[in-house]
């Protein structure tokens, strides 16, 4: 099983920055995608972020510009800095990984961490 440990949300005021760190671990026998999902109150999970093992990314327009995605690959971590913060940004956060990103986009993932939260206030 694979165990996802996401941290660093918190409240900030709009126009704020925050940098939310994702730990990967467990029984994993292929990386190459690893990605930001966001799901706020009444909504449905959305991923926001994405990055390969070589490096290409992909965002949501919505964040486009504003979040930038990275990762560590010898110590399978996954990074997501997001500044200019807007209140419709307050949702929690997952992090999750797989072979492809396309299947990074369907959701369809056995395992989730417990999220972390992220509140921007006007």
């Known amino acids: 099983q694979v165990q996802l440990v996401e941290s660093g949300g918190g409240l900030v005021q709009a126009g704020g920055s925050l940098r939310l760190s994702c730990a990967v671990s467990g029984i994993i026998f292929r990386i190459n995608a690893m990605g930001w999902y966001r799901q706020a109150p009444g909504e449905q999970r959305e991923l926001v972020a994405s990055?390969?093992?070589?490096?290409?990314?992909d965002y949501s327009d919505s964040v486009k510009g504003r979040f930038t995605i990275s990762r560590d690959n010898a110590k399978n971590m996954v990074y997501l800095q997001m500044n200019s913060l807007k209140p419709e940004d307050t949702a929690v956060y997952y992090c999750n990984v797989g072979a492809t990103e396309i299947i990074l986009r369907t959701g369809r993932r056995n395992y989730w961490g417990q999220g972390t939260q992220v509140t921007v206030s006007s």
């Open positions: 990055i390969t093992i070589s490096g290409i990314t």
